[in-house]
Structures are given as C-alpha cells and as structure tokens.
C-alpha cells in the first residue's frame, strides 16, 4: 500500500468513527464526546471512560486504546484487521465502546 492509499483508507477510518457518533449521540443515551485533532479521535464516554484511535503512518497502522487493551490494525485492501488476526476494527470499537459505556453500540465504515 503507497502512503497516499493508506492515508486515503486512514481519514475515511477517522471520518466514519466521527460520524457513527454523531448518529450514536442523535439515536440513543449514550452521550459519546469525540474531539478529533489531527490523526486522533478520542472518545468519551459519559462515565469518564476514553477510547483513543490515531493513525501509525510510518507503520500504515490504526491503533486502538481502550479499557480492553491496546490493538493495532492494518487495512487487508478491504477492511481494517487486527494484526494479531483477532478480527476487525469496527466490530472491535462496538464491542469496547458497549462495554465502557453500558450501552449496546454499533460502529460502521
């Protein structure tokens, strides 16, 4: 993957989170705050609780922080993988971002 691929897939990654909350906050109770600066969104969660993802671009990587664990993620030319093959991102922030919040959350590209 060149630099400006990944960077492509990267924003579209970080615009998707910035939206999915944006629906998430309008839809339900969760009340997630996202502050995005740069190549880092950080979501708050009404307990206090953060998810932090910001991009690796030396490494063409996504990273997760969470309560969970800290992961990292590749793009396979269709979707954004665990690069321990434990699964997907958006599949990985819906689950962290239920568990931190108490509420059932689903994240999409």
Known sequence: MTDSEYQDHAEA??????LACDRINDNTDADIDNQRVGGMVTLTFANGSQIIINLQKPLHEVWMAARAGGFHYKHDGTQWMDTKGQGEFFAHLSRYASEQSGVKL????
């Open 106 to 109: 689903a994240f999409s590209s």
């Open 13 to 18: 990654l970080l615009n998707a989170v910035e």
